[in-house]
């Protein structure tokens, strides 16, 4: 079993959608990932409208790769690098740190993360 940010082990994200790289609910990672899917976060209309228009639309079901499409409220194993983008572009997601594996940690600061947890609003 994998780590998350908190050292912990990891815990899933969400089942319903189902989410992660391997659609296992987790945010695990491994070398086909090539996005490092391992943020695990609940997304708002602000956010998902910024990933759209920046590529990577997250509202529109595409069946093929089994997924869903995503409205507001609902959590999903983000790339670290697009959460990355959406602070700074200040509209990061709200993030389940128990959820979010450790590799995110390469790419994102741990105080970051911390300071976009229900627990820190």
Known sequence: MSDNVKGETLQPCCFEPRTGYYRDGYCHTGSGDHG???????VQKEFLEFSRINGNDLITPNPQFQFPGLIPGDKWCLCASRWQEALEAGVAP?????????????????EDLEAHTSQSK
């Open 94 to 110: 709200e993030v389940d740190l128990d959820a979010t594996h450790i590799s995110a940690l390469e790419f994102i600061d741990l």
């Open 36 to 42: 490092v899917h391992t943020v695990c976060v609940i």
